[in-house]
């Protein structure tokens, strides 16, 4: 594996979950495969659980890795070609990355959505010049638009506590104070569409996601509707896609918050959210303190996506 961004990465989908399944079983088992190799974790945003279990799956692989925060301690980066570098921004990105990729082996790259150009954000601009120039192999850690990562996590999460051969799985927006990427609604939707559930997503209208992602999935703009019979609940907030509106908060309707009395409406949910969440804008205390709530061990299943994509990226370097 070269890169990982997208579900496609992962070819066969089952065997990858089947692997991710014999990772955790025995995650100590390849222990000898990352001897001497290194994995660089670039961050050009905030992380809780990308950090943590991107270095705990290194780890259990016998590997090193080095954790760059770009916004604390490291020269400040351009990022633009053509800009005469008069500024505050020190060093080119077009040379930092293949410095980075000098002293390394595997390279994973944070870098959200600016909402300042859609067309660079939907381009991976970050992203991408890493691929191109790093000479390495690249995951997103969650970039402008995807989150892979988050969203393989996930779904070995309803792989492990799914009742029914082919549950119904609902993303529902809600609310939340700022202005949030699509990356996390983006991936998870990727992911669904490729595996065995049936998919539905509920938003207000106005926050329709890229037709690349949501692909044949059912949209279903009455939340209540949407929550009907589902056995997972996958809350997430997201801004505007579309162009007139890309970025924007259109809404904070609190009734699109998920409550008790929503989740009464399901066939027993399960309670899903990547973490980090807003209590009480995003899902009541009750609900995410519930026994139903599956939040830990869906961010526990991040080490567990993690490695299975660092092994596939050792393989493929030797
Ligand atoms: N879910 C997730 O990616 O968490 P962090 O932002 O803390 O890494």
Redesign the pocket.
């Known amino acids: 594996m070269k890169t990982f961004t997208h579900v496609k990465d992962l070819g066969d989908l089952n065997a990858a979950l089947r692997e991710a399944l014999e990772v955790k079983k025995n995650r100590f088992a390849c222990k000898a495969s990352g001897a001497n190799k290194t994995v660089a974790l670039v961050f050009f ?7 943590l ?1 991107s270095q705990k799956a290194a780890m259990n692989l016998g590997m090193n890795s080095m954790v760059l925060d770009v916004n604390q301690g490291a020269w400040r980066l351009e990022t633009e070609r053509g800009v005469v570098m008069d500024g505050d921004k020190t060093e080119h990105l077009l040379e930092a990355i293949p410095v980075m990729g000098a002293y390394c082996d595997i390279i994973g790259v ?1 870098s959200f959505a600016r909402f300042e150009n859609k067309a660079d954000d939907y381009g991976e601009k970050i992203l991408n010049q890493f691929i191109q120039y790093s000479g390495r192999p690249v995951f997103s ?2 970039s402008a638009t995807v ?1 892979p ?2 969203a393989f996590a996930d779904l070995i999460t309803i792989e492990e506590f799914k009742t029914k051969p082919r549950p119904k799985v609902v993303l529902t927006w809600a609310p939340h104070p700022k202005a949030l990427p699509q990356a ?1 609604p983006n991936s998870f939707a990727d992911f669904m569409n490729e595996a065995c559930v049936d998919f539905v997503i509920t938003h207000p209208e106005g926050y329709e996601l890229d037709p690349q992602f949501v692909r044949g999935a059912k949209v279903e703009y009455d939340q209540k509707k949407a929550f009907e019979g589902a056995d997972f609940i996958y809350a997430k907030n997201w801004s505007a896609f579309r162009d007139d509106v890309y970025g924007q908060v259109l809404s904070k309707d609190m009734h699109w918050t998920v409550d008790a009395g929503k989740m009464s409406l399901t066939d027993s949910a399960f309670f899903m959210h ?3 969440v807003r209590r009480n804008m995003i899902v009541t205390d009750d609900v995410i303190e519930s026994p139903k709530s599956i939040v830990i061990p869906e ?1 526990a299943n ?1 080490e567990i996506a993690c490695q299975v994509v660092l092994k596939r990226m050792l393989e493929s370097l030797q």
């Not at 945003?45 to 950090?51: E, I």
Request: include cysteine; charge should be positive; aromatic fraction near 0%.
């Open positions: 945003n905030s992380s809780l659980r990308t950090r279990s944070r850690m969650e989150h990562l988050q996390v990547c973490l980090p961010a991040r």
